[in-house]
C-alpha cells in the first residue's frame, strides 16, 4: 500500500514534467509545422522544409530549414515581458504560451497596433469563395479561391466582410515562354492581401460575370482566433507563387489547415491544386457547413428576361437605347408590375453592356434616368436566376476512358487519357454548358494487324459557345493544338496542329446550334511544304437532354494545295452517376480519294 | 523528333507575345496573371498552367494597392459609396427599395437592425432628392441622405 501511494506521488509530482513537451518534441507539433508553412510532403517542391524563402518571417537565419532552431529562437525572443516580437508573431505567441505555460504577463496587450488591427477584422465566421467560370471564357473554369471573414450578423448582408486573398505579382511586361517557366518553376512572388469583399463581388459578379459559390466553414471560435493571428503574421511576407500547385487554393488550404490541424487536408499529395478540388478537399474534411450562390450580372439580367414576354423584351431593349420610351403609350399601358420587370431589365442591359471601359456621361445620365422609371415603379421581389449545380459537385477533373470499334472493316482498341479538364459533351451538372477546356489529352490506338499508334493528343483544345440573344451578342470561339491522325490522300497520317477560329450560337431551351469558320496550320509527312494550311467552316448543334448529351457536327476544310477534307460525326454521352460516362460516336473522316466511317464505344471514368 | 520541336513552335507561336497581364492602370503594382484577362492568349496559358489566382492588391492591414488608397478595414457611409462602383449599386438598391448595398450602407452608417426596413423605404421614397444627377459624389450623397434623414420624425435622431 505504502509502494503504491508513493508511486502515486511520484506520478503526480512529475505529471508537468510530462506534460511539458520538450522544444523537439514541440518542433514536430503539426500546429507549428502549419505554423512555419513546412510541407510535409504535400507538392513537390521544398519539402520537409518551409515554403517560406523570405528572412522576415524567421526568427532565427536558418529558421526556414531548421523547424527546431526557429522553435528555440521563437522561444527566447517571445518569452520576454513586452517584447517587440510578440506584435510581429502573435499565432507563434500563442502556441508557445499554451505549450509552454508562460505566465499571464500582458501577453499582447502592448501590441497596439495589432490589437487595432484586430478590432477592426471581422471574425466571426470564415468562408471560402468560389467565383466559377463566366461566359466564354472557358479558362476560368479553373476558377480561382479566397477567403471571406464575416461579422455574423445575418442580416447585415457580406458586402462589408473582408476578402483574404493570395495572388502572383508580376511586374510590367513578360515574354510569354518566360512567363510560362515562372509560373510552372517559381519566381513570380505571391503575397496575402485583405480588401473588402464588396470589391470582390464588384470584380467577379460585376464586371466579369462570374457566378459565386461562398462555401461557409464551420470553424469554431478558437480555430479562427489562430487564422487571424497567423494572417498578420503573414503580412508583407513573399512567398512564391506556383500556378500548379503552390496557387491561390493551396495557400487558402493551408491557412485552413493551421486552424485544424488534425485534418486531413494536407494528407494527400497534390500535384496540380485546382480550386474546384480544394472544394472538394473541404468537403471530404467536413469543413463545409453551407453553400450559397451569388449569381452574375448577366444571370440576373437572364431572369429578368426570363418573366418578359418578346414584346416586352423589345421595349426593354428601346428603353435602354432611350428613357423617354417610358412615357410613351407602349409602356404606359403595361401592367404595373411589367413596368418594373421591363425597367430593370433596361437598366441591367444597359450596365452590363457599359461594364468596362471609360465612364461615359451620357450612359451614366441615361442608367440614373432608367433607375428613375424604375423607382416609380412596384419592385417585384425574387426575381432570383435559378440555381445551378455547385461545381464541386461535377465530375472529377482527369479522365481515363477505355474502348473500342471499327474503322473501315478493322476493329480497334483504345484508351484515353485526359489531365484536365471537361468536354462539352461530359456531364454538364457543376460546368457551364457550351465550354470545353482540356488539357494534354491523349489516345492511344491498337488496330487489327498494326502496332500500337498514337490517335490524338491535344496539347490545349478549348471551345467556347456564348449564345446570342436580343440583349447578349457574343463571338463564340475555339483554338486547339496537338497532334491527330486523319486521312491526307489514302492513307492516315498524324499531323502536328494548331487549329481555331470565331463562331456564332444560339440557345433554345436545352438546344445550342452553333457555327465556326476556321483556320488550320499543320505538319504532315504527306505533303510537301513543312506546314500546310486550310481554311473550313464547322458547325453543328449541341443537346443537353435531362439523361443523355448529344453532339452532331460536321466540318470541312479546304488546303492550300486544293487537298480537302471533311468530318461529320455524331456523338453521344450518356453518364453513370457523377464519375463514369459511357460514350458512342461515329463520324467519317477523309478526303476526295478515300474517306472512312468509325464506329467508337467507350467508358469513360472520372477522377481527383 | 524534329517534328515534335516543330509542333511545340507551332503552338507556342500562338501564344504570341502579349502574355502580360492588362494593368490596372495607375496602379503601383503591374498586376496580374490571369484574372481580369480576356485574351486568348490568356486562355491558353491558363489551359496550361492551371490558370488560377491572381490579383493586385497587397497588404493585410489594409486595403492599399496603389488603385485604392482609402486602405479602411472599416466603413461609415461615405467612404464605402466613395469604393468604385458601389455608389451605383446603392442607388440600384435605392431604386428598388433594397438589396445588398442598401443594406451595407445602412450597417456602415451604424443604422440599428430594427430601424433598417424604415430607412430603406425611406431612401426609396426619396430616391431623386439623394440621386439629383449622374454627376453626384458620394460626399453630396451622404449629405443628401443626412437632409432626408433629419426630415423623418424616427431617422432624424440617428443622422
Known amino acids: ?608 | 523528333m524534329r517534328k515534335t520541336l516543330l509542333a511545340a513552335a507551332l503552338v507556342a507561336t500562338s501564344f504570341g507575345a502579349q502574355a502580360s497581364a492588362p494593368g490596372g492602370s495607375g496602379c503601383g503594382w503591374g498586376n496580374m496573371l490571369f484574372e481580369g484577362s480576356n485574351g486568348m492568349p490568356m486562355h491558353l496559358l491558363a489551359t496550361l498552367v492551371n490558370g488560377t489566382s491572381g490579383n493586385r492588391t497587397f497588404g493585410i492591414t489594409s486595403g492599399t494597392n496603389g488603385c485604392d488608397t482609402s486602405g479602411a478595414l472599416s466603413y461609415n457611409g461615405e467612404n464605402m459609396l466613395a469604393q468604385a462602383g458601389v455608389m451605383e449599386e446603392v442607388a440600384q438598391d435605392m431604386a428598388m427599395g433594397d438589396g445588398e448595398a442598401l443594406t451595407a450602407l445602412s450597417v456602415s452608417m451604424g443604422i440599428p437592425a430594427e430601424e433598417r426596413a424604415h430607412f430603406k423605404k425611406t431612401m426609396h421614397e426619396n430616391f431623386n432628392t439623394i440621386f439629383p444627377s449622374e454627376d453626384v459624389t458620394a460626399e453630396e450623397v451622404m449629405g443628401n441622405i443626412q437632409t432626408v434623414m433629419n426630415k423623418d420624425k424616427q431617422l432624424a435622431s440617428l443622422s
Open chain 1, 1 to 608: 500500500m505504502k509502494s503504491i501511494n508513493l508511486a502515486l506521488i511520484l506520478v503526480l509530482a512529475s505529471a508537468p514534467l510530462w506534460a511539458r513537451a520538450t522544444n523537439e518534441e514541440l518542433a514536430e507539433h503539426p500546429r507549428w509545422k502549419a505554423l512555419l508553412h513546412i510541407n510535409e510532403g504535400t507538392t513537390w517542391r521544398y519539402q520537409g522544409r518551409s515554403y517560406i524563402d523570405d528572412p522576415e518571417f524567421f526568427l532565427h537565419e536558418s529558421g526556414a530549414t531548421d523547424a527546431r532552431a526557429e522553435l528555440e529562437a521563437s522561444i527566447e525572443q517571445l518569452r520576454p515581458a513586452e517584447s517587440e516580437a510578440r506584435c510581429d508573431f502573435p499565432a507563434r505567441y500563442r502556441f508557445l504560451s499554451q505549450q509552454l505555460d508562460w505566465p499571464d504577463d500582458g501577453a499582447l496587450s502592448h501590441c497596439s497596433d495589432y490589437q487595432e488591427w484586430r478590432e477592426a477584422m471581422p471574425e466571426e465566421r470564415v468562408a471560402l469563395i468560389f467565383p466559377a467560370s463566366y461566359l466564354n471564357s472557358p479558362s476560368s473554369m479553373f476558377g480561382h479561391t479566397l477567403l471571406r471573414i464575416d461579422r455574423g450578423n445575418d442580416e447585415d448582408g457580406v458586402w462589408l466582410s473582408r476578402a483574404i486573398n493570395f495572388g502572383a505579382t508580376v511586374q510590367g511586361q513578360e515574354n510569354s515562354i518566360l512567363y510560362i517557366y515562372r509560373g510552372l518553376f517559381g519566381g513570380y512572388p505571391g503575397y496575402f492581401s485583405n480588401v473588402p469583399y464588396m470589391n470582390k463581388i464588384r470584380d467577379y459578379a460585376h464586371l466579369e460575370n462570374r457566378d459565386m459559390w461562398e462555401y461557409q466553414l464551420n470553424l469554431t471560435q478558437g480555430e479562427r482566433e489562430w487564422l487571424l493571428a497567423h494572417l498578420w503574421e503573414l503580412e508583407d511576407i513573399e512567398f512564391d507563387y506556383l500556378f500548379l500547385d503552390e496557387n491561390c487554393s493551396f495557400r487558402l488550404l493551408e491557412l485552413i489547415h493551421l486552424a485544424r490541424p488534425d485534418s486531413t487536408l494536407m494528407d494527400d499529395f497534390r500535384f496540380a491544386e485546382v480550386p474546384a478540388n480544394t472544394v472538394r478537399s473541404l468537403d471530404r474534411a467536413g469543413f463545409i457547413e453551407s453553400v450559397d450562390y451569388r449569381p452574375s450580372k448577366a444571370n440576373e439580367l437572364d431572369a429578368l428576361v426570363d418573366r418578359l414576354s418578346a414584346s416586352e423584351q423589345d421595349l426593354a431593349l428601346a428603353l435602354a437605347r432611350d428613357a423617354s420610351v417610358a412615357e410613351e403609350e407602349a409602356f404606359q399601358a403595361l401592367a404595373p408590375r411589367s413596368r418594373n420587370l421591363v425597367a430593370r431589365a433596361a437598366y441591367a442591359h444597359l450596365r452590363l453592356q457599359n461594364r468596362e471601359g471609360e465612364r461615359s456621361q451620357e450612359v451614366a445620365q441615361r442608367g440614373l434616368a432608367l433607375l428613375r422609371v424604375v423607382n416609380r415603379t412596384p419592385t417585384v421581389p425574387d426575381i432570383d436566376p435559378q440555381r445551378p449545380v455547385s461545381p464541386e459537385k461535377g465530375h472529377g477533373t482527369k479522365m481515363l476512358a477505355a474502348g473500342g470499334g471499327m474503322l473501315g472493316d478493322r476493329g480497334f482498341g483504345e484508351l484515353q487519357a485526359r489531365f484536365s479538364y471537361h468536354d462539352w459533351l461530359d456531364n454538364p451538372e457543376g460546368y457551364l454548358n457550351g465550354a470545353a477546356i482540356e488539357a494534354f489529352n491523349a489516345r492511344i490506338r491498337r488496330t487489327e494487324g498494326d502496332d500500337l499508334t498514337l490517335e490524338q493528343l491535344d496539347v490545349v483544345n478549348i471551345k467556347s459557345l456564348a449564345p446570342r440573344n436580343r440583349f447578349r451578342k457574343p463571338v463564340s470561339w475555339f483554338v486547339n493544338g496537338g497532334l491527330d491522325r486523319r486521312f491526307i490522300g489514302s492513307k492516315r497520317h498524324l499531323t502536328r496542329h494548331v487549329q481555331g477560329g470565331p463562331g456564332l450560337a444560339w440557345e433554345m431551351g436545352p438546344v445550342i446550334p452553333y457555327a465556326y469558320a476556321m483556320a488550320r496550320a499543320e505538319n504532315n509527312s504527306a505533303h510537301d511544304v513543312l506546314v500546310s494550311t486550310a481554311a473550313g467552316a464547322r458547325a453543328g448543334v449541341l443537346w443537353y437532354a435531362e439523361s443523355f448529351q448529344l453532339g452532331l457536327e460536321a466540318e470541312g476544310l479546304y488546303y492550300h494545295n486544293d487537298d480537302r477534307r471533311y468530318r461529320p460525326s455524331a456523338t453521344l454521352n450518356v453518364p453513370v452517376g457523377r464519375n463514369h460516362a459511357l460514350r458512342a460516336r461515329i463520324e467519317r473522316d477523309g478526303g476526295p480519294d478515300r474517306a472512312e466511317t468509325e464506329f467508337h464505344l467507350s467508358w469513360r471514368y472520372y477522377f481527383d
